[in-house]
Nanobody, 124 residues
Framework: QVQLVQSGGGLVQAGGSLRLSCTASTLTFDNYNAGWFRQAPGKEREGISCITWTGRTTYYADSVKGRFTVSRDSAKRTLYLQMNALKPEDTAMYYC?????????????????WGQGTQVTVSS
């Protein structure tokens, strides 16, 4: 498994932007599909933005498509989520993960690794 440490997040007004980062402890992170999930109070966790280990394929949930961008920097062993045009409904705890299935949807494998989570709050 891979240890993942998240940074970023916080409080922002609607329409604003934030960037989340997720840094891995090992170079083998390059071999993993990775991405971002979020969970709002009372709701199920959802995969919102994911990217394959090659970086060639990405997945976005309809709720964030056109506003969020997932990317990765192999040299820094870091995964990013750029979030623009934020809405109050984006308020949630955000988690990065490695060890995913990425295609028409994004889901964690049974042995997926998870970051510690970071809160994103969007005020109206």
């Amino acid at each position: 498994q891979v240890q993942l440490v998240q940074s970023g997040g916080g409080l922002v007004q609607a329409g604003g932007s934030l960037r989340l980062s997720c840094t891995a402890s090992t170079l083998t992170f390059d071999n993993y599909n990775a991405g971002w999930f979020r969970q709002a109070p009372g709701k199920e966790r959802e995969g919102i933005s994911c990217i394959t280990w090659t970086g060639r394929t990405t997945y976005y949930a309809d709720s964030v498509k056109g506003r969020f961008t997932v990317s990765r920097d192999s040299a820094k062993r870091t995964l990013y989520l750029q979030m623009n045009a934020l809405k109050p409904e984006d308020t949630a705890m955000y988690y990065c993960a490695a060890g995913l299935r990425v295609g028409d949807y994004c889901s964690p494998r049974s042995d997926a690794s998870w970051g510690q989570g970071t809160q994103v709050t969007v005020s109206s």
